[in-house]
């Protein structure tokens, strides 16, 4: 079935790209983490009206993608794919935000001004969220999050996700598939897919039944132990404090306006 | 010497919903011997391994394991010494990667960090999966994967080795690297398997299973000539074995 | 749907960040005292499966749209509220980085609002009492649909106040929650059939899994007060729809455009226009946009459909979050008479 096979195909390409020895991938995944959520905060903490103050911002997801080997075409179409709640509701702006801005000499309804916003916003947050994973991986993120205070249940919950991800998700597509093939052209209905969700889930138990036994054979108490990670380094802390300067900066300048200033000359 | 070995007497197994699975099975594996256990699907082989390794307890009879008798008390010592692999390698490696996965059971054993590395290393060089080492499971192939079961079950250090069907759904040069291995190990094992080539190739004895009971046990050779014996249990002599007239 | 980190605020996120996070820290503290070692592979292969199970789409008859699981619900059925929390949380978090779905700041956001509710909310208050020990087939498809459509509806309850809240939308509340409720309540109705029919088909091959879970039927006078304590809430949500007050943004709108020149009649029109096809409510009257030139601001418009004013938006998100405590709190409280009367099922 296409959807989970293009979905479980996300998760391999992303954490793959985790794997490659990039300089991304060398940076600790905690600093990677806590830069990415200070990104987040400080894109989300701009007025509704800030577009082109935003911008500057995009170094980091552009630097990220540089530093971790990412085809930009690959980010940019996951970007476009992602069905934009955001764009939808954002929509609604241009329609009941109708007070004049002044661009430049143009009026603008300020709704368009804000719904520009929103994509940026969208673009910037989404964007930092990809390259977060395809720089940590997702058990590398894991262990980030366990190490920065997540409880452990969490975490040992997915990285066990992850990995079963692909097992279930196979078998649904099998499922999904065989249905098709003597399906003749119909869809699938509600009364095809209880049952085989059913199925699924019945298959589920008995796996993690299976698994469960597997973990005791080899000494299992409740506990899952982990080795010690990586560990943090100078030039970690030079990232993550780089980057935030560079986030204040942005957020207390008006970095475009100050360079069209320096540019032209005017005030 | 006698923690290798593996005993039954007379045990039988019954399901929780009454369904008998095996009957009334003795037999006794010395240090070092390499066992196949044969049989039609349904004959009770799997039930057979989940009984050495404590996964099941027996209705009747005693289970014994380097002399210890299987029970819930000694449960946590048979499972340092019985290594088992599981019939489905995805049901066995659940940690994030190869390494942390075959590092399970020496941590779960309590050892120290290097000491637990040096374990993982030498499974893996063992089996030959040193390369695969920070892969997510996600990414082996079916002979990877089974590798690695088997190297994480080593790192334990067991005396037993007991697999079940370990060479399905393995290509031939996987199926013939895994029989290199398992001939090369000097554990006691206990194989359940289909494959009776593989059985011909690395065990010195075979016990048959037929509905639960224990109907033959006797070198390969006695075992694969009695065909009408082997077709009362639905089976037929290994290939390689029937070729040789 | 989920909420976005576009549509957020760095207050309202990490509002709703503090709030997923100590769920999550409970939930994990119930299940480390709980220590069933099972737990652990269990919880794994089942988010796995509600991963695997979200992507397999089925038609909705007569709507020509498709649907799919959600598994909120399923989840807290299977495993208990704790448990399935946190998988729920471990599957939105996996959408999140992977497949963009809402945003990692909106994530507390969205763990909230399609984890808190179902599980702690719509499970233990509703889905529990209602559905008894799984014999009658008719009590767990009612309590399915019933828990569903509360818990969706809350969620989505959750995004409207979290947007609104953040001020980056020009959406009002009345627009918006107009636009949500409806779609959530039909979602919700098809999450509670394909969770009722996935239950009965594993309660028939496999009733021992839900043996420690299923409660002894509850007394009718207990399911009488939860449902009334549903209906309250309701109630209170539908009442600000149906408030007189004139809509805060159209008020405001107002303000700014009195004495402006008449190509902002024009556009007051059009927009007149645009929110009457938007509107479902029957008695929405927009005041006509002469008349809205001419008026002085604060006056009365003819029954204006949506709800808060501008000023009193803040005061009505702190209504809807207290009542939403008040809610869990009269639950809890529930739940504690009712374990006091009878022996625990587990």
């Known amino acids: 079935m296409s959807r989970v096979d293009a979905a479980l195909r996300d998760l391999r390409s992303l954490d793959a790209l985790a794997a490659r020895d990039t300089p991304l991938a060398r940076v600790d995944a905690r600093a990677l983490t806590v830069t990415t959520l200070a990104f987040i905060v400080t894109v989300v903490s701009f007025d509704r009206y800030a577009v082109a103050a935003l911008l500057p911002l995009a170094l980091y997801p552009v630097a990220l993608a540089a530093l971790g080997d990412v085809p930009a075409a690959a980010l940019l179409r996951k970007l476009a794919v992602a069905a934009p709640f955001a764009v939808m509701v954002g929509l609604f702006n241009p329609l009941l935000d109708r007070a004049p801005m002044a661009i430049g000499s143009v009026d603008i309804a300020a709704g368009w001004v804000s719904f520009t916003s929103i994509l940026v916003r969208f673009a910037l947050t989404v964007s930092a969220a990809l390259l977060l994973v395809a720089g940590t991986g997702m058990n590398g993120l894991a262990a980030a999050l366990r190490r920065l205070g997540m409880p452990r249940v969490f975490t040992a919950q997915l990285t066990f996700l992850f990995r079963y991800a692909f097992v279930l ?7 999904a598939t065989a249905r098709q093939l003597r399906g003749n052209g119909r869809p699938m209905r509600l009364a095809e897919a209880g049952p085989m969700l059913g199925h699924l889930l019945l298959r589920a138990f008995a796996r993690a039944e299976r698994i469960h036994q597997a973990m005791r054979a080899r000494g299992f108490d409740g506990e899952v132990r982990l080795l010690g990670g990586r560990r943090w380094q100078a030039r970690d802390t030079l990232f993550v404090a780089g980057w935030c300067v560079w986030f204040a900066l942005v957020r207390t300048v008006d970095v475009p306006q100050w360079l069209g200033w320096l540019m032209t000359g005017a005030t | 010497m006698s923690h290798h070995l593996v005993e039954m007497r007379g045990v039988s197994f019954r399901y929780p919903d009454g369904t008998a699975a095996l009957h009334d099975a003795s ?167 289909h494959d009776l080539d593989l059985a011909l190739d690395v065990c010195t004895r075979v016990l048959v299973l037929h509905a639960g009971r224990l109907v033959a046990d006797g070198t390969p050779a006695a075992i694969f000539d009695d065909r009408e014996g082997l077709a009362r249990c639905g089976l037929e002599p290994p290939l390689s074995w029937r070729r040789r007239d | ?108 956001a969205n763990i909230f609002n399609l984890g808190f509710f179902p599980c702690f909310l719509a499970y233990p208050l509703i889905y529990r009492p209602l559905a008894g020990d799984g014999t009658s087939r008719a009590r767990v498809v009612a309590a ?91 109630g209170g949500v539908l009442s600000w729809f149906a408030s007189g007050h004139p809509d805060g943004l159209e008020w405001s709108l107002e303000r700014a455009t009195t004495g402006e020149a008449a190509e902002e009649q024009g556009v007051k029109a059009w927009l007149a226009q645009a929110q009457q096809r938007v509107a479902i409510l029957p008695d929405y009257d927009f005041a006509a946009p002469a008349a809205a030139a001419d008026s002085e601001p604060g006056t009365e418009a003819a029954a204006s459909w949506p709800d808060v004013k501008l000023g009193t938006s803040a005061s009505g998100i702190v209504g809807g979050v207290l009542t939403l405590v008040l809610v869990f709190v009269a639950g809890t409280l529930l739940r504690r008479t009712r374990r006091s009367a009878s022996p625990p099922a587990g």
């Open chain 1, 169 to 175: 998700g196979g078998e649904a597509t099998r499922m």
């Open chain 2, 27 to 193: 037999f006794r594996i010395v240090h070092g011997e390499c066992v196949a256990l044969i049989g039609p699907n349904g004959a009770g082989k799997s039930t057979l391994l989940a009984l050495i390794n404590g996964l099941v307890l027996p209705s009747a009879g005693e289970v014994l394991v380097g002399e210890l008798p299987v029970t819930t008390r000694t449960l946590a010592q048979v499972h340092r010494t019985v290594g088992y692999v599981f019939q489905d390698p995805d049901d066995q490696l659940f940690m994030p990667t190869v390494f942390d996965d075959v590092a399970f059971g020496p941590l779960n054993l309590g050892l120290e960090e290097d000491q637990v590395r040096m374990q993982v290393d030498r499974a893996l060089q063992t089996v030959g999966a040193v390369h695969l080492a920070q892969r997510a499971p996600y990414r082996l192939s079916g002979g990877e994967k089974r590798a690695v079961a088997i190297a994480g079950v080593l790192a334990m250090a067991p005396s037993i080795l007991v697999l079940d069907e370990p060479s399905s759904g393995l290509d031939a040069a996987a199926r013939r690297r895994l029989i290199g291995l398992l001939a090369s190990f000097t554990h006691t094992r206990i194989i359940a398997t």
């Open chain 3, 1 to 108: 749907m989920h909420m976005a980190d576009a549509l957020l605020s760095p207050a309202v996120g990490a509002t709703m960040w503090v709030a997923a996070g100590s769920v999550l820290a409970l939930s994990a503290r119930r299940l480390d005292r709980q220590s069933d070692d099972r737990m652990v592979p269990l919880m794994g292969v089942l988010g796995a499966f509600i991963f695997a199970a979200q992507m397999i789409n089925f038609a909705i008859p007569a709507t020509g749209s498709s649907g799919h699981l959600g598994g909120g619900l399923l989840l807290a059925i299977l495993l208990g509220p704790p448990a399935a929390f946190i998988v729920i949380a471990s599957v939105l978090t996996v959408q999140a980085l992977f497949f963009a779905d809402g945003g990692l700041l909106a994530l507390g």
């Open chain 3, 144 to 234: 399915s649909l019933l828990a569903a459509i509360i818990a969706l509806q809350l969620g989505a309850l959750g995004v409207v106040l979290q947007t609104i809240a953040s001020g980056i939308s020009n959406l009002s509340f009345g627009t918006f929650a107009a636009l949500m409720l409806p779609i959530h309540l039909a979602i919700g109705i098809v999450e509670g059939i394909v969770t009722a029919v996935v239950v009965l088909f594993v309660l028939r091959a496999r009733p021992d899994l839900f043996a420690a879970r299923t409660a002894p039927t509850a007394p009718l006078g207990r399911l009488l007060i939860t449902f009334a304590a549903a209906a309250a809430l309701i």
